[in-house]
């Protein structure tokens, strides 16, 4: 693309004030381009001294409120973010040599919100809620499987599976988004926004 917007960018970045649609637009083209999950991400978590964590997880929605998914509420990730609630994603795609970086504060959903979601996973992976205890130590396989089976027995109905207690999702609330897009030479193009007083403010970085 050789079209330029105001910003002297890639004519990829649209020029827009909102980085909520500028985000869209770029996770549209990915979902044509990226072979697989093109809504995965890398989290990266810190505990409350500071050590640091990062895992894929995968975005299940995002807006103007915040980036949202889902997970075990004893999970490593969510003991990290009940103690230190500042979290970073970062989406890599590829296939079209970009990458978005959101930092910011980040909250449990409601209550509604995780229901509706859950209803909505397939039957093997809402007994694969119930039966995981992300993180805790496995002595062996074959006690996850067996788990897996027992809760099987106890919810046989595959459109009546409640929520577990203990599953929940994440909203990460954006204060800072950067957007990225490979150069030759590594003379990359970055443009971030800022969140001042609820107005994104926009500026571009060196590579």
């Known amino acids: 693309m050789n079209q330029k917007n105001s910003l002297d960018l890639n004519s990829c970045f649209l020029d827009l004030n909102d980085p909520i649609q ?17 809504n995965a991400l890398s989290l990266a978590t810190a505990d ?6 990062v895992r894929i997880v995968l975005l299940k929605d995002f807006g103007q ?4 998914f889902y997970t075990n509420l004893d999970s490593q990730k969510s003991l ?7 979290a970073e994603m970062c989406f890599h795609w590829k296939s079209l040599q970009r990458q978005v970086r959101v930092f910011g504060s980040i909250n449990k959903v409601k209550d509604e919100i995780a229901d509706k979601y859950f209803s909505s996973r ?8 119930w039966a995981s205890e992300q993180s805790k130590i496995l002595q062996n396989r ?17 459109k009546n599976v409640p929520r577990p207690e203990n599953w ?8 800072m988004i950067e ?10 193009e970055r443009l971030r926004y800022y969140k001042e007083s609820n107005n994104w403010e926009k500026k571009l970085l060196n590579p």
């Open 22 to 38: 500028l985000f869209k637009t770029w996770m549209d083209e990915a979902k044509k381009t990226e072979p697989n999950d093109p």
């Open 48 to 53: 409350k001294n500071g050590i640091p964590s």
């Open 65 to 68: 409120d915040g980036f949202t």
């Open 80 to 86: 990290d973010i009940e103690s230190n609630p500042k």
């Open 122 to 129: 397939d039957y093997g992976s809402k007994i694969g809620a």
């Open 142 to 158: 074959n006690e996850l499987l067996k788990r897996v089976d027992a809760f099987k027995k106890t919810y046989p109905e595959t």
């Open 168 to 175: 929940s999702g994440w909203s990460l609330e954006p204060k």
């Open 179 to 188: 957007f990225w897009l490979s150069g030759q030479n590594r003379i990359h």
